[in-house]
């Protein structure tokens, strides 16, 4: 679908399309940082829970969980929007995890619980492709598409 309105603009309309390259890039990504995140803070309430009380882990774990939700789909939203900007942030939380997994990973090795070693390799595995999704050319490219089409629309459309 091309969009143009001649009578604000001489200039050649920008072509929206519903899935850019790179979409399956940007949904993929998500989509391991969702299972991703959800094995670090189920392998991290499990090695804490052995210290802490049942109903602290829960709570902590339901403060964590929104957090979590909230700062990956925040920032994914506003990048489909033209905030090319969270590119970079998501790449930072993805590392952020990354660490974190290898850390959960590695002390759940020492105090051996080797179910929840394998479990958070699993998490980490998740984490690894998001990060190469995250990197990739296709992936920029949609977020290029996206900044264009909402600078576009931004300037533009206003009405």
């Known amino acids: 679908m091309l969009v143009n309105d001649h009578s604000v603009t001489n200039e050649e309309g920008i072509e929206i399309q519903i899935f850019p390259r790179g979409m399956w890039h ?26 802490i009380s049942v109903q602290a882990v829960l709570g902590i774990g339901l403060f964590l969980s929104a957090l979590a939700v909230f700062s990956l789909v925040t920032p994914t939203f506003l990048l489909t929007r033209g905030g090319a900007r969270w590119h970079g942030f998501l790449k930072q939380l993805n590392l952020c995890v990354v660490g974190m997994l290898a850390v959960t990973g590695a002390v759940s090795l020492f105090f051996g619980t080797t179910n929840l070693a394998g479990t958070t390799a699993v998490g980490l595995s998740f984490s690894l ?6 990197r990739t050319v296709a992936h920029a490219e949609c977020v290029e598409y996206y900044r264009r ?3 576009y629309r931004r300037q ?4």
């Open 156 to 159: 533009h459309m206003q009405g």
């Open 149 to 151: 089409i909402w600078e």
């Open 26 to 51: 940007v949904i993929g990504a998500v989509v391991c940082m969702t299972a991703s995140l959800g094995i670090l803070l189920a392998s991290i309430a499990l090695l804490v829970s052995q210290w």
């Open 129 to 134: 492709i998001a990060c190469w999704l995250y």
